[in-house]
């Protein structure tokens, strides 16, 4: 698939998710981003590029690690809007006849109510608070940030949703990627 950035909102699909369960979560992507760890010498800094400026687009992902697949919306904001939009493109890719068990944290605009719209086919697990090592997907961010997120400078709005974009397909090009960073030998479900 060729490299192209996305417009706002635009869906990045793989394969249909189905029954089993899945993880959702997005993770902020930017001028003004994170340096992760590096490998250097002990009492050594390792030189990294850091940008000042405040650009940022927001990564909505979902995966199903079972099946090694996801899909992703890249939005300007973390709202109930575009919580709305994700759950829109994930109830798209839940093959028919199934229904997907989404696990979620608490942020403001995971909370059903009157304006976070939840599709027939999906629902929502949320997780304990201040639990974040439950979800797979803060793994998967990790691992993005890490290899492909960080320590970058972006010219542009559209040069951060490009790299969101590829980061994203870089991800789920691979299932085993996905499946030794969001899999949990210790957490089962029976359905």
């Not at 340096?35 to 199903?64: K, M, Q, T």
Request: net charge neutral; proline share 8%; with cysteine.
């Amino acid at each position: 698939m060729p490299s192209r950035a996305l417009t706002n909102g635009e869906a990045i699909a793989t394969n249909p998710l189905t029954a089993k369960p899945s993880c959702k979560d997005e993770a902020r992507v930017g001028q003004k981003g994170s340096l992760e760890y590096l490998w250097g010498p002990v009492g050594s800094r390792p030189p990294a590029v850091r940008d000042n400026r405040h650009d940022s687009a927001y990564l909505f992902g979902a995966i199903c690690h079972v099946r090694a697949v996801g899909a992703a919306v890249i939005m300007p904001a973390a709202n109930t809007e575009a919580m709305n939009q994700h759950l829109e493109e994930i109830s798209t890719q839940v093959s028919p006849g199934a229904h997907a068990v989404v696990v979620c944290d608490g942020a403001g605009w995971h909370q059903p109510g009157k304006r976070l719209r939840i599709p027939d086919n999906i629902t929502l697990l949320p997780l304990p608070p201040y639990s974040p090592e439950l979800n797979p997907m803060e793994n998967i961010w990790d691992y993005l940030r890490g290899n492909k997120l960080s320590m970058r400078v972006w010219d542009s709005y559209q040069a951060i949703i490009a790299a969101c974009r590829d980061a994203w397909l870089f991800l789920v090009s691979d299932p085993d990627r996905i499946n030794s960073s969001a899999g949990r030998t210790w957490a089962a479900v029976n359905l």
